[in-house]
């Protein structure tokens, strides 16, 4: 703490920014909590109608238990791509003796593409009629039984709005990891070697645990950013064909601003925010767990 | 810390070099990974090839051609139909109006918040934290109904404010957090001969920790620019009108603009919207690399 500094300074310092806060996020969140016990169509007065919304969420509306199936499929692939893929490159990146500046720089690419220039891409990637680059490199290494509408069949949809998530981000957590990977102490891994340990047990017993909180870290940044997924499965298909491609995002966004349910639309809303915490809650509990065993 | 490792690494290296055979695998081994690398990147990077390839073809070319081929014939006619049919000029500006007042709010904001915090600290300050920590888990969706309805309320929809304010407001708490986590760096004896020498909190932000800010300042603008310059759910919800859409929104208009979609015209024009950002992030990749992996493993 500063010796010289009154009451005052430190309001002017923390009000504003705390104001902007407050307005922006603080302040909604109350309000969609509010909003979450009424029926409101933003027109006629409002309703209160107690727990209603969240008994019918819960016991009535089947949209809304196929869409929170989809967000963890979406989840899952999306683990899948951008921690695993994350980890496999870093960890080959340190082998590699030079290149790694470059390697970082392309793989972090996508990252900066926005997503609705990533669906228009996708969309043509995925096509079957012209024949896009999926469909044209299964033909090319001879799947081409596998060639399919990847956006209309109704088995493949989820993935392939999945897929792109993943694809855009993994290069940030490698980079993440990488870092991390780096600042393994080279003592560590000389003697364990020298004490004749496989690569892959070095890696297991002396890399990964030293790098556990920065892995706790990405695991709930990716977590937190794949359960708020709305861009791409909105554009690409909006959560279609059905509800084959319906997060719980978008089941919102189209409840609010289509069906102007704001009510309800809020109920949602508060829903994938407790997912969120519980999603981080256990990721602590299973990480943190692992750690002291 | 450096001069202190020295010797203790040197040591391994006073045995004898490795037998010849074990040489020989490890080069193998480099070798190997090597080549999965450069795969996995020409896999991760091929998209974004392609796309710039296809905005120099010709349409007949993009129609009849095979995705994987290189063009017949290099043009840069899609351009030309790319900027006559959007607003692609008008969507540009409005995303560095957004981008520039949103980047002011989290730099100007974010250091007075953590010098708050970190610097001058106060009872309370824990509490402080975890309110801004909210910020950070909890997904901008949940904004997105309230904010409707208090603009509405106050006249801001339809203006550049209204995308402003979320962008500005979800990016603030990491944007602290980066900054405290500097803050805690520079020494407290810095502060206590300043103080010393009589100056007051005001002078001691504006002449030291403002200017010792800098590297970290680069660092929160690119990091923040890449996701606000791409923000597509706060745009498409609270702006209408086509004078004030962002590069995301002028794309999407591509496809209803001309029926047909003029995939061509289109991927010139996402070539284009891409471009600043790409230009930066090369340019200032370092930082920006430096940034994104440090400000992971503190957080």
Same mark, same amino acid.
Request: hydrophobic share 55%.
């Given at each position: 703490m500063l010796p010289n500094r009154s009451r005052l300074s430190v309001l002017i310092f923390l009000v504003p920014p705390l104001l902007l806060y407050a307005v922006a996020v603080l302040l909604p969140i109350l309000q969609s909590l509010f909003l979450s016990f009424f029926q409101w169509d933003g027109v006629t007065d409002m309703q209160f109608?107690? !727990?209603?919304?969240y008994i019918y969420m819960l016991t009535g509306d089947t949209v809304f238990w196929t869409a929170f199936l989809n967000t963890l499929g979406y989840l899952v692939i999306c683990l899948i791509l951008q921690l695993g893929g994350a980890l496999l490159v870093a960890s080959l990146l340190t082998m590699l003796r030079r290149g790694r500046e470059l390697v970082k720089t392309l793989y972090l690419l996508p990252a900066v593409i926005s997503t609705v220039a990533i669906a228009f891409l996708f969309q043509r990637i995925y /096509?079957?009629?012209?024949?896009?680059?999926?469909?044209?490199? *299964?033909?090319?290494?001879?799947?081409?039984?596998?060639?399919t509408a990847w956006l209309s069949d109704v088995g493949t949809v989820l993935a392939a709005v999945s897929v792109p998530e993943g694809w855009r981000f993994t290069g940030l +957590?490698? !980079?993440?990891? +990488?870092?991390?990977?780096?600042?393994?102490?080279?003592?560590?891994?000389?003697?364990?070697? *020298?004490?004749?340990?496989?690569?892959?047990?070095?890696?297991?017993?002396?890399?990964?645990?030293?790098?556990?909180?920065?892995?706790?870290?990405?695991?709930?940044?990716?977590?937190?950013?794949? *359960?708020?997924?709305?861009?791409?499965?909105?554009?690409?298909?909006?959560?279609?064909?059905?509800?084959? /491609?319906?997060?719980?995002?978008t089941y919102m966004y189209k409840t609010a601003f289509t069906s102007t349910d704001y009510g309800y639309a809020s109920t949602i809303a508060v829903f994938v925010v407790i997912e969120c915490l519980v999603a981080v809650g256990l990721i602590l509990l299973l990480l943190r767990r692992k750690a002291d065993a | 810390m450096t001069t202190t490792m020295a010797p203790r690494r040197s040591a391994p290296r006073l045995s004898p070099q490795p037998p010849l055979r074990q040489h020989r695998r490890l080069n193998v081994h480099r070798t190997l990974?090597?080549?999965?690398?450069?795969?996995?990147?020409?896999? =991760?990077?091929?998209?974004? $090839?392609?796309?710039?390839?296809?905005?120099?073809?010709?349409? =007949?070319?993009?129609?009849? #051609?095979?995705p994987f081929g290189l063009p017949t014939g290099f043009t840069l006619e899609n351009y030309s139909r790319a900027f006559s049919t959007g607003n692609l000029a008008l969507n540009i500006l409005n995303s560095f109006i957004v981008t520039s007042g949103a980047i002011v709010l989290i730099v100007v904001l974010g250091m007075m918040a953590?010098?708050?915090? =970190?610097?001058?600290?106060?009872?309370?300050?824990?509490?402080?934290?975890?309110?801004?920590?909210? #910020?950070?888990?909890?997904?901008? =969706? @949940? $904004?997105?109904?309230?904010?409707? @309805?208090?603009?509405? $309320?106050?006249n801001l929809l339809d203006t550049y404010q209204s995308i402003i304010i979320p962008l500005a407001g979800f990016s603030l708490p990491m944007s602290i957090f980066l900054f405290s986590s500097f803050y805690e760096y520079i020494p407290r004896e810095t502060y206590e001969a300043a103080s010393l020498d009589g100056a007051g909190p005001y002078r001691i932000f504006a002449q030291i920790t403002f200017p010792l800010s800098l590297n970290t300042i680069v660092?929160?603008?690119?990091?923040?620019?890449?996701?606000?310059w791409n923000d597509f759910i706060f745009a498409n919800t609270f702006v209408l009108s086509d004078g004030l859409k962002t590069i995301p929104l002028g794309l999407q208009n591509y496809i209803g603009a001309m029926g047909k979609v003029d995939w061509t015209a289109t991927f010139a024009a996402v070539c284009v919207s891409i471009t600043p950002l790409l230009l930066a992030f090369l340019v200032l990749n370092k930082a920006m690399i430096y940034g994104l992996s440090s400000g992971g493993s503190k957080g």
């Open positions: 109608v107690g !727990l209603g919304n /096509s079957l009629e012209p024949a896009g680059l999926l469909n044209r490199g *299964l033909e090319l290494i001879g799947l081409g039984g596998l060639q +957590y490698m !980079l993440i990891i +990488y870092a991390a990977l780096l600042a393994v102490p080279q003592e560590l891994e000389e003697a364990a070697k *020298l004490d004749g340990a496989s690569w892959w047990q070095t890696f297991w017993r002396i890399k990964f645990p030293h790098i556990r909180p920065v892995w706790i870290t990405t695991t709930i940044i990716a977590t937190t950013y794949a *359960l708020r997924g709305f861009d791409i499965p909105y554009l690409l298909t909006n959560g279609g064909p059905g509800q084959a /491609s319906e997060l719980l995002t | 990974t090597s080549i999965v690398v450069a795969l996995i990147v020409v896999v =991760q990077v091929y998209p974004l $090839a392609w796309l710039f390839l296809t905005s120099v073809r010709t349409e =007949q070319d993009f129609a009849n #051609g095979d953590a010098y708050a915090l =970190q610097v001058l600290g106060f009872r309370g300050s824990k509490f402080v934290r975890g309110l801004f920590l909210i #910020g950070i888990v909890v997904p901008v =969706q @949940i $904004a997105l109904v309230p904010l409707f @309805i208090d603009y509405a $309320a106050v660092t929160v603008v690119m990091v923040n620019s890449i996701f606000i």
